[in-house]
Each structure stands twice: as C-alpha cells, then as structure tokens.
C-alpha cells in the first residue's frame, strides 16, 4: 500500500515539473530568462519565491500564480515521499535486512521484490519459478541451427523484473567482481544485452534466499 502511494505521490510529482518547465517556456520573457536552464531544484526554488500580486500585467500575474502554486506543491509531494521512504524502508528493515544487505539493492528495488513475492506466494514453490515470476528465465530460441539460443522472457512481473536490472546496472558500474564477469563474457563474444539478462538470473537466483517465507 505505501509503495502503491509513493508512486502516485511520485507521478504527481513529475507532472508538476513539467507543467512548470512548460510553463516557463511560455511566460513572458522576463520570466522565462529567469528559468531558463535551472535544475530541478534551482526551478522549485525559484518558483516559489513568485508573487504574483507584484505584477501589474493580469498574464503574467498568472503565470506566477501557477508556477508558485507547482513549485509548493512538488515540496509538499517531496516530504511525502520522504515519508514514505522512511515508512518502507523501516518495514524492509524488519522483514527482509538480509536483503537490503546484498549489494546493489535498495529501498525501492528491494520492496518491488518483496511485494512480487507477497502477492504470488504459489509461485515462490522453487528459486525456478521465482526467476520465471521475475521474467528472468530464458527461452529456448527456435530449432535447428537456432537450437541452443535463448530469447529474453518478456512476461512476469515487470516491476519486479524492472528491480533486478537496477540492481544489475548498478553492480555493473561499481562493483568489481561484476565488472571482470562482464569483460569476461564480452570477450567470449556475449553482447552486453546478454550479459545483462544472464545477470538478472543470477540476481533473480541470489535474491531468493532472502524472501519472505509467509
């Protein structure tokens, strides 16, 4: 329920930013020098300085209506994702810290798997079929010459599989056992699209020790 919340707190929260970028592309030229090229956080802020009770001109009155009233809303939806962070993170901590402990997986990739488990306890039987649950399992590619080739399987639970390969690219880029794997098997001739979905396998397989049981 909470990961549920964040992520609607979280769209919200991408849709005023970009109705403010937007409109900031549209103001007067005033204003739109004054934004042009912030950051995310340089944007907010800026925003919510804005009166538009200072402005003679009804237009641009509100436009600084608009983009004050966007840049307290994105703060307020950030204490809220803040605290939703602290809710997970603190409910993670007490089911699955084995968990959180392996390297690479964090808060959100962490409950994303943890909610795939909880919500189909019939397929967690094998480490098999948690992986296939995952989309994590190859399949066999054709016949013939093909026999031997697998294809990436696209079902499953997306946000699960979408987890594994956070947890996958982030291993890649800083953790070194990773990155000798990977020059390893680039080097026996695996793209690097097949080396990812080789180690989300592995991932998915690794995981699994530390699920839930009930």
Not at 43 to 64: H, Y
Not at 138 to 145: C, D, N, R, T
Request: hydrophobic share 45%.
């Amino acid at each position: 329920m909470l990961v549920v919340a964040k992520r609607s707190a979280r769209q919200a929260r991408v849709k005023a930013l970009f109705q403010m970028r937007h409109l900031g592309f549209t103001a007067s030229e005033q204003l739109r020098c004054r934004f042009k090229g912030l950051s995310v956080e340089a944007l907010v802020a800026e925003g919510i300085k804005l009166r538009a009770t200072r402005s003679a001109d009804p237009v641009t009155a509100a436009t600084k209506a608009s983009l004050s009233s966007l840049a307290h809303r994105i703060c307020a939806l950030d204490d809220e994702l803040a605290e939703f962070d602290e809710r997970i993170e603190a409910l993670l901590v007490a089911t699955v810290p084995e968990l959180l402990g392996l390297f690479g997986v964090g808060p959100d990739s962490a409950a994303a798997l943890v909610m795939a488990a909880g919500d189909n306890p019939e397929r967690l039987h094998s480490e098999a079929a948690w992986a296939h649950l995952c989309g994590a399992s190859p399949i066999p590619k054709g016949s013939g010459k093909s026999s031997g080739r697998v294809k990436v399987h696209d079902g499953g639970d997306r946000q699960a599989n979408s987890a594994l390969w956070r947890i996958v690219i982030v291993r890649m880029a800083h953790d070194p056992e990773t990155k000798l794997y990977v020059e390893r098997r680039l080097k026996e001739g695996k793209n690097k699209y097949e080396v990812i979905r080789i180690l989300k396998r592995y991932v998915a397989r690794e995981v699994y020790r530390y699920l839930p049981s009930g």
